[in-house]
């Protein structure tokens, strides 16, 4: 069984930074890519940043420039350091994984949540 746990979510005033983590743990074959989701109150839920093993970077327009998404591949953790952090950033922020399981099959898997909250 494949586990995503978050960390790092909190609440922060307008213009400051947090540091999100997502560790992917149990067994598996390998990783193709990472990403991070947000979903705000009313809203649906939509993608803040991807990392593909070996791919390009890709970022919602909304946070470019502000976030960064980065892996540690011997670790199986991705990261999102979001800076310059505005009230509409506020949501819960979900940890994305798309893998190949020990069956070689596929699979995308979500991790709970971490609530991010700003201030102004």
């Known amino acids: 069984q494949v586990e995503l746990v978050e960390s790092g979510g909190g609440l922060v005033q307008a213009g400051g930074s947090l540091r999100l983590s997502c560790v992917a743990s149990?067994?598996?074959?390998?990783?193709?890519?990472m990403a991070w989701y947000r979903q705000a109150p009313g809203k649906q839920r939509e993608l803040v940043a991807h990392?593909?093993?070996?791919?390009?970077?890709k970022y919602a327009d909304s946070v470019k420039g502000r976030f960064t998404i980065s892996r540690d591949k011997a670790k199986n953790t991705v990261f999102l350091q979001m800076n310059s952090l505005k009230p509409e950033d506020t949501a819960v922020y979900y940890c994305?994984?798309?893998?190949?399981?020990?069956?070689?099959?596929?699979?995308?898997?979500w991790g709970q949540g971490t609530q991010v909250t700003v201030s102004s």
């Open positions: 149990g067994n598996f074959f390998s990783i193709l890519a």
């Open positions: 990392i593909p093993t070996g791919g390009i970077l």
């Open positions: 994305n994984t798309e893998i190949v399981n020990v069956n070689r099959g596929y699979a995308v898997l």
